[in-house]
């Protein structure tokens, strides 16, 4: 495709139901990053995947957000039990692996958790 | 530990004004910087960084190392300018970026 991809745009849910976010990085990009955008909190680090490396996930915020990569292309978050909090946009980004190269990010997914 | 920090949640200038908006990092190692822009309804993107020593739409962004800085600058504000602007750190050995909480530029006509 032309650029990442991102599933779906908004998503509204009620507070205590599962979503899953997909994202469908840039074909060849062996990096894939998921960020969380909030109003004044700027873009907070969530995890990456880098080829078929052991993923970082110490940004998670808790145990209720996992995320996974499948073939090393698209890539599914997961977020269980939402809870208001969990409102924000979430987004995905891709690299091409080298150190240093820009990212290139999707449109993102508006959560809003009633 | 790595950090971003941006002090200015909003700036605010008049069209033709000169620009700066702050960013300083902390990293021991030898950074990589770069400023992302996400103009209204567009998606985040590339606006410079730094191992490029270029000039995008008027910005440009000196690395000092001593002062830890990385500030954007522009000396005559436009208009279209007007987005938000997050400063992003990247590792020489490691590929994950960290992005400072974002300054909003407004430009007033």
């Known amino acids: 495709g032309a650029g990442v991809s991102q599933s779906p745009s908004n998503k509204v849910t009620e507070k205590g139901k599962d979503v899953e976010l997909r994202c469908d990085p840039i074909s060849g990009h062996t990096a894939l990053y998921w960020y969380r955008q909030s109003l004044g909190q700027g873009l907070e680090f969530l995890i990456y995947?880098?080829?078929?490396?052991?993923?970082?996930k110490s940004g998670l915020p808790s145990d209720r957000f996992s995320a996974e990569r499948t073939g090393g292309s698209v890539s599914t978050l997961t977020i269980q039990r939402t809870q208001q909090e969990d409102s924000a946009v979430y987004l995905c980004?891709?690299?091409?692996?080298?150190?240093?190269?820009?990212?290139?990010f999707g449109s993102g997914t508006q959560l809003s958790v009633l | 530990a790595q950090r971003v920090t941006q002090p200015e949640k909003l700036l605010s200038v008049f069209k033709g004004a000169p620009v700066e908006l702050k960013c300083n990092y902390s990293?021991?190692?030898?950074?990589?910087l770069f400023w992302y822009v996400q103009y209204s309804r567009q998606r985040l993107q590339l606006l410079l960084r730094?191992?490029s020593r270029e000039s995008i739409k008027g910005f440009t962004a000196d690395l000092n190392k001593g002062e830890t800085s990385f500030h954007l600058k522009k000396p005559f504000a436009q208009e279209e300018d007007s987005a938000m602007y997050y400063c992003?750190?990247?590792?020489?050995?490691?590929?994950?970026?960290?992005f400072g909480s974002g300054t909003k530029l407004n430009v007033k006509p």
């Open positions: 980004a891709s690299t091409d692996g080298t150190v240093g190269e820009k990212l290139f």
């Open positions: 990293y021991s190692g030898s950074p990589e």
């Open positions: 992003a750190l990247s590792g020489s050995s490691f590929n994950k970026f960290y």
């Open positions: 995947f880098q080829g078929n490396s052991a993923p970082d």
């Open positions: 730094h191992i």
